[in-house]
């Protein structure tokens, strides 16, 4: 599997206070900012990037709230075979979501839920 990227994803219950931590006073830039959810980067290295998303399910999209990571595949259709074949638990299908990523949830071992896609 080739990961072109993996971006950390915190969950925020306010994300105007986020929003004043990360950019304000940690520098970083905002690059996506849509209701519920804020992509964030380092002005001096934008491939150091984080989300912020709000723990309102219906603020932005309720699925992303449930990961801690997201990891960006070249081939996300391989990666889910792949997932399934190695017997991991998928808790969020295959989807080609309506903004433009073909994703879905797995859960790793240790609990935690990664948001693997690519861009579709």
Known sequence: MTIR??????????IEESRSFYSDFLGMDVRMDEPGFLMLASPGNPTAQMTVVSTVADSWDPQTARSTLAVEVADVDAAYAAAEG???????????????????????????????HSHA
């Open 5 to 14: 990227r993996i971006v950390p994803n915190v969950v925020s219950q306010d």
């Open 86 to 116: 190695q017997g991991y638990r998928v808790v969020y299908p295959l989807t080609t979501e309506p903004w433009g990523i073909r994703r879905f949830l797995v859960q790793a071992p240790d609990g935690s839920v990664i948001n693997v």
